[in-house]
Nanobody
């Protein structure tokens, strides 16, 4: 079992920046594909970015060039640096852990609210 705790959300003006953090429990963090998802009111949860065990990354088109996902295996932490924020980035952001990317052992954090004002 892995517990994920997100932090770093808040209210920011359009064009501003935030950095989200997600700390995972346990000693198998390097074996997890880590992801950030978001869910806006009335919308389905969507993938924002993932970082694999070899630190390769993928992003949804809407955030490419603005968001950066990274991981620090020594700290069991994954980050999401969000720059040039837009009102449409407003959502609850969730951290996700998928053991070896198999989709079998998947864990979620409780979410952190990001609100971008225009």
């Amino acid at each position: 079992q892995v517990q994920l705790v997100e932090s770093g959300g808040g209210l920011v003006q359009a064009g501003g920046a935030l950095r989200l953090s997600c700390v995972a429990s346990g000693r198998t963090f390097p074996s997890y594909v880590m992801g950030w998802f978001r869910q806006a009111p009335g919308n389905q949860r969507e993938l924002v970015a993932i970082i694999r065990t070899d630190s390769t990354t993928n992003y949804v088109d809407a955030v490419k060039g603005r968001f950066t996902i990274s991981r620090d295996n020594a700290k069991n932490t994954v980050y999401l640096q969000m720059n040039s924020l837009k009102p449409e980035d407003t959502a609850v952001y969730y951290c996700n852990a998928d053991l070896r990317g198999t989709g079998i052992h998947v864990y979620w954090g409780q979410g952190t609210q990001v609100t971008v004002s225009s």
